[in-house]
């Protein structure tokens, strides 16, 4: 089993839908655990990977999530950068200071 859609489909179907998603609200509180612990720029190589590992976790479950829901992943890259340019143009106009 090479193909790595083929991997994340069988691995949420062995743990169920319920399941993982479970896992990914543990994994989003680890990810941001980790990044609580940097407590700052510039950070020691140890707590940099330690972000690392936990964003590839978090990752991992959304591909999960996008391909058992056969989502398009160009759709949702689409929708992240409307998003950010979204927010670039909230801060510019001061939305966010009020």
Known sequence: MNNLREKLIKIISHFGLKNQT????????????????????????????????????????????IEYFALDGYHIDELIDKKVDRTIDRIKEGYYDR
């Open 22 to 65: 479970k896992k990914l609200a543990e994994e989003v509180y680890e990810l941001q655990e980790a990044i609580s612990d940097a407590k700052g720029y510039p950070i020691d190589p140890i707590c940099k990977e330690h972000i690392a590992e936990e964003i590839a976790d978090v990752c991992v479950l959304l591909n999960q999530f």
